[in-house]
């Protein structure tokens, strides 16, 4: 094979890791579209939001300190203490929880029926909430997240592609990580939906909130639980971008990745996230390699919306996505 | 006791349609008109011209023209940013290319180069719905502000990627550049204000304007009765996308000097002049000029209280102005999701009533 192949397959593979990294944002929307029809703009901001809460955690950090250092002139920082960072987790998905909890009891109850649009716009007054709450809470600098994951080049990948084809694939080992548990959250997400007690309440109330309601279905518990759900979601998309990349706000920016996702994938279907993130992925890494030195390079930036723009013209629902019925 | 009608008789078609029928409100028009025109130039300075005016002005033109697509028309757009880097690059391709011509035609004609692209983009609304197309529109933000970085052209190739507002004056008197005085700013974006607002009071309350509400509340039936979707959502964009054009213009000429695409016309700005509308009122012309005096005002009031008055550092201050965002948006759906506009409309109800019960 010649090398700008073998390149080529290289940054498609690369493109298919990064996919499985906007495919576990985009699973959050989903989960949170499906079960209340809420577009969660939020939904970046909440894996931000989490990754920030874990490194806190994890570091000991006063929450607030900044907060209270200005109020009352005193200067505390840290905890004499750190966190095993399995602890620190759980404790993270705790404070999801509350927070799906908080989002239930103060917003979500108040907007019932309204039409879509200003949940929407109440998601993304949410987001900027957070946004100014995170920062205010453990501090706006770039933060590192260490969990213990594995990170750089894969030996074994490398070797085994270098014997086979002469040419080295460099892939990294936190992406095949990554992969892995996404595979692993979106198996377990779909046995939760499919056998137990509540994750059938919640594909009912998917289906028709009102029937739902009619056979005693509490639809307060069931938000909670799926943004519950769409928390802990959040929580490992954060500390898998945090991992590459640092907590930093342009996480939530890269989350915004995750709606081109959905637009191709559709919205209500979590096979559509997953295959929906992989195509951004490849596709947004090949056209940058392939085309992208010719008109200037930096394509990844809208690359995402413009395929998902002129794909939706043909099928505005998305790939897999329910047929949008319309009744005047 | 003095805001109803009781006693001002309409003896024409005309004075019953005309625009404020009680006399108090029609009063109070003419008098603000007066005061920004007549007395406010007299006295401004510099730091109220940079940091509450001109931002005001140029800001209120753009939530019109959002107001107009989102509130009216009912199509959420989330490229207002990218719409206004394009008719700051035209003005300033425009200044550059023709130094002879009257800015204020560059500005329009920038406007009007906003609204041929603000239809190309708004196109697919015709097939794509609701959050689909606020999704969308996202493309146009992050495309548009690619290619204004990317292309060189259109920043003349100058070596920092920024482009420059040369000097031009309008009647002998220079608006833009930094030679500009206070006052000549802030009468330049005062009279486009007027004009943009005035235009689209008229176009809303119009054919046009129908035509609009109708495809917003129900799209299908407004086919139905005989709304042409086409052209309804077309105009929608054009007129929009003019407005913001115009804004964009005014924001790099008038009151930048000196703008960089992705730093000036973020995706922030798309939010932020998105909010205006949602904490003015969507569907209304006095809530675009609410909602945008509130987005400018509020910083400035917290920065004041907060940094100056308490003694915080600037960027807390600053995380605490997101939240304050936030939390109010959402306060705002919740309470009033009409906005300040509904508010005012209700005292205005109340008026009509006091002191008498009945």
């Known amino acids: 094979m010649s090398e700008q192949l073998l390149f080529a397959a290289e940054v498609t593979l690369n493109g298919l890791m990064a996919g499985v990294l906007y495919a576990l944002v985009a699973l959050g929307f989903v989960l949170i579209f499906k079960a209340s029809g809420i577009f969660n703009y939020a939904q970046g901001v909440m894996a931000l939001f989490a990754a920030l809460t874990l490194v806190g955690i994890q570091q000991g950090q006063v929450p607030f300190s900044h907060l209270i ?39 979500l109850k108040h907007l019932v029926g309204q039409p879509d649009i200003i949940l929407f716009m109440a998601t993304i007054g949410l987001a900027y909430f957070m946004e100014g709450f995170g920062d205010i809470m453990w501090g706006s600098e770039i933060k590192t997240l260490d969990v213990g994951l594995p990170s750089g080049l894969n030996e074994t990948i490398d070797t085994v592609t270098y014997n086979w084809f002469g040419y080295g694939f460099f892939i990294d080992n936190l992406d095949i990580v990554a992969a892995v548990i996404a595979a692993l959250l979106v198996a377990a997400l779909t046995i939760f939906s499919q056998y137990s007690k509540q994750g059938r309440a919640l594909r009912a109330v998917a289906d028709d909130h009102s029937a739902a309601l009619s056979v005693g279905i509490s639809l307060r518990f069931i938000w909670v639980l799926v943004w519950s759900i769409a928390g802990f979601v959040a929580l490992v998309a954060g500390i898998m971008w945090g991992a590459k990349s640092g907590v930093q706000f342009s996480l939530s920016l890269i989350a915004l990745k995750a709606l081109p996702v959905l637009m191709l994938g559709g919205f209500t279907s979590i096979p559509g996230a997953i295959i929906g993130g992989l195509i951004i992925g490849v596709g947004e890494q090949l056209f940058e390699f ?15 919306y413009v395929l998902a723009l002129v794909f939706l013209i043909f099928r505005p629902q998305g790939l897999f996505g329910e047929k949008i019925i319309e009744r005047v | 006791m003095f805001y109803r009608e009781a006693g001002d008789f309409k003896t024409s078609y005309r004075d019953d349609n005309q625009t404020f029928p009680i006399r108090l409100d029609r009063a109070g028009y003419w008098v603000a008109i007066a005061v920004a025109f007549g007395i406010v130039p007299f006295f401004v300075n510099d730091y109220w011209v940079n940091a509450i005016f001109a931002p005001f002005f140029i800001y209120a033109i753009a939530a019109l023209g959002l107001n107009i697509l989102t509130g009216y028309a009912g199509q959420v757009s989330l490229g207002t940013g990218g719409f206004m880097a394009v008719g700051a690059y035209a003005v300033y391709k425009l200044m550059v290319a023709f130094p002879e011509i009257n800015i204020i035609f560059h500005v329009l004609m920038a406007g009007g180069i906003t609204a041929v692209v603000g239809v190309l983009f708004g196109l697919p609304s015709l097939r794509i719905k609701g959050f689909y197309l606020a999704v969308a529109t996202l493309a146009s933000q992050f495309f548009l502000i690619w290619l204004f970085n990317k292309v060189p052209w259109f920043y003349n190739y100058s070596a920092s990627g920024q482009i420059n507002a040369p000097e031009r004056s309008v009647f002998g008197i220079i608006v833009t550049g930094p030679n500009t005085e206070a006052w000549a700013k802030y009468l330049i974006c005062l009279v486009f204000l007027v004009g943009v607002a005035w235009m689209a009071r008229n176009l809303t309350r119009g054919m046009t304007g129908r035509k609009w509400m109708g495809i917003r509340d129900m799209d299908i039936a407004a086919e139905i009765i005989g709304v042409n979707p086409l052209m309804a959502k077309m105009t929608a ?13 005014l924001f790099f000429a008038v009151y930048l000097g000196a703008a960089e695409a992705g730093e000036s016309f973020g995706i922030s700005k798309s939010f932020l002049i998105l909010f205006m509308i949602i904490i003015g009122g969507l569907g209304s012309i006095f809530g675009s000029f609410a909602g945008a005096a509130f987005m400018v005002l509020m910083p400035v009031f917290l920065k004041n209280v907060l940094v100056g008055g308490m003694g915080w550092p600037t960027d807390l201050a600053a995380h605490f102005e997101f939240m304050i965002v936030g939390g109010l948006i959402v306060f705002f759906l919740i309470v009033e999701p009409h906005g300040l506009a509904q508010l005012w409309r209700l005292t205005k109800e109340k008026l009509r009533l006091w002191p008498f019960p009945h």
Do not use: C, D, K
Not at chain 1, 290 to 304: E, K, Y
């Open chain 1, 69 to 107: 250092n200005a109020i009352f002139g005193t200067n505390i920082h840290h905890f004499p203490w750190q966190v095993p960072s399995i602890i620190a987790i759980i404790l993270a998905a705790g404070v999801m929880v509350g927070f799906a909890w908080l989002v239930e009891r103060y917003i």
């Open chain 1, 290 to 304: 392939a085309i992208g030195p010719l008109i200037g390079g930096a394509t990844q930036n809208w690359f995402a």
């Open chain 2, 237 to 249: 964009f054009a007129v929009s996308s003019f407005f913001v054009g115009v804004a964009g213009a």
